[in-house]
């Protein structure tokens, strides 16, 4: 009967708007929370077939929730390095503490009691652990762990490489006799460091042997009786330049470290006297975390209290095909979903995924002018359907009272 599908559809009608409102209280609630996404209420109608015999029977509405999780969000500078945002696509890899993977891009991190990073919902940050060598999203998901911070631990890390640039006196005479730790004709020394950490002096001894021609000899300090290694080194008459070893580096085996390589590119053979302009080696000896930093493709490096600083771990990004048919839980989680598409995961700034920005936050993307406007609306449309209610009501009440009669 027309009167009554009136009165269902006024029903559906004040459903419609009280979901809007709904909506619309969840973003203004929200209009401060890191990384919310604004929810919008769509409406979809209900159309019934016309009845001949009877008369036109409304039909109504219904409504369905949409989040548009793809929308970035205005970034905001704050003062921790390890708050993180993104700019451009791609999310967060985060846990929670039965091991499952959410996307977020709620990058409200600090370290728990344990050192890993947490956002203020309670998931825990992931990365690749470069220590052990899983460096990149090739990695894949299974080699994802927890990123840590323990400002508490020591920690020494040996040295691999290092840079040596100096300046080779053209006029020196060739030297007499052999080269060893004590007929030579320019020394220096740099430090390397071991796997525990103990410093060790590596002496770089240069002799010249003929003309353009020098041998590099590096010794250890306190054992040297025989050369780590040793390398003939030979320069270009017409501008000083190093031509071999090519490529320009020394392999130097530290003893208790690893074997370092010592990059010598850049040395000359010029008509100055010896003097060096670069000498630098990775590596530090035992030292507590200071303080850490982010890079935009999520390498984030220890600080130690000795200067030097060391990457750990790698911050991978997650993207999927379809990200506003993410799954949207509490906490500005997002879970994948059949409408979604599979979960994609790569380094930030390749293939799409935007960069990561250290010491900022992204910040609501609700615009409370709008949603001020939507509560307008959705009272305005409460208040008339609840007419039409009346209407059908009192109509109703009057086809009864004439059948009483």
Known sequence: MSLFSAIYASISGMKAQTNLLATVSENIANSNTTGYKQAS?????????????????????????????????????TASATDLAIHGNGFFVVQNANGDVFLTRAGSFTPDALGALVNGAGYTLMGYNLASGAGSASSGLSSLVPVTIDKTALAAAPSTAGTFTANLDS??????????????????????????????????IFSKTGENTWQADIYDDESPSAPLTSQTLSFD?????????????????????????????????????????????DGNAPSQVQSVTVGSDGTLSYVYGNGNTIPAFKIPLGNVVSPNNLYNLSGGIFQVSEESGDLIVGNAGTGGLGSIQSFELETSTVDLASQLTEMIVAQRGYESNSKVFQTGSDMLGTLINMIRA
């Open 41 to 77: 209420t769509l409406f979809h109608d209900l159309i019934t077939q016309l009845e001949d015999s009877i008369g036109y029977s409304a039909g109504g509405v219904r409504t369905s929730v949409r989040y548009n999780i793809s929308q970035q969000g205005d970034l905001m500078r």
């Open 171 to 204: 006029n020196a005479s060739a030297l007499t006799g052999s080269p060893s730790f004590t007929n030579y004709t320019s020394k220096t020394s740099i430090i390397a460091y071991t796997h525990l950490g103990d410093p060790v002096t590596l002496d770089i």
């Open 237 to 281: 008459d017409t501008n000083g330049k190093l031509l071999s070893p090519t490529p320009g580096t020394l392999s130097i085996p530290v003893p208790g470290g690893n074997t370092v390589s010592l990059n010598i590119a850049n040395m000359t053979q010029l008509a100055s006297s010896f003097a060096v302009s670069a000498a630098s080696m």
